[in-house]
Nanobody, 125 residues
């Protein structure tokens, strides 16, 4: 599966932004999807994940209550709605996929084998 992230940009602190991930090459319903981010000089950080049918979602502690992950398998897309953005949310955001048909558990980052190219999110204070 190939992944293409989009929707990043510049937003003021407190604002909202939605990033999207479009999958091609395979049907998205076979995959657990995740969003990760990486700021300069830091390790890649887990942001959110969603299981194949959207019933199960997981969030990193720093984004709980502010970010929402969703998916539309018919459109082969996964979205990350980001609200109440903070300066520390600024990073390159990556979508990733791990083959996990009918799965319902959070997968560790090293199981995500497919990665998009990343989209930059900048938050101005």
């Amino acid at each position: 599966v190939q992944l293409q992230a989009s929707g990043g940009g510049l937003v003021q602190a407190g604002g909202s932004l939605r990033v999207s991930c479009l999958a091609s090459g395979d049907t998205l319903r076979n995959y657990n999807m995740g969003w990760f981010r990486q700021a300069p000089g830091t390790e890649r950080e887990f942001v959110a994940a969603i299981n194949w049918n959207g019933i199960r979602t997981w969030y990193g502690d720093s984004v709980k209550g502010r970010f929402t992950i969703s998916r539309d398998n018919a459109k082969n897309t996964v979205n990350l709605q980001m609200n109440s953005l903070k300066a520390e949310d600024a990073a390159v955001y990556y979508c990733a996929a791990t083959y996990d048909p009918l799965g319902g558990r959070l997968r560790p980052i090293d199981e995500y084998k497919y990665w998009g190219q990343g989209t930059q999110v900048t938050v101005s204070s």
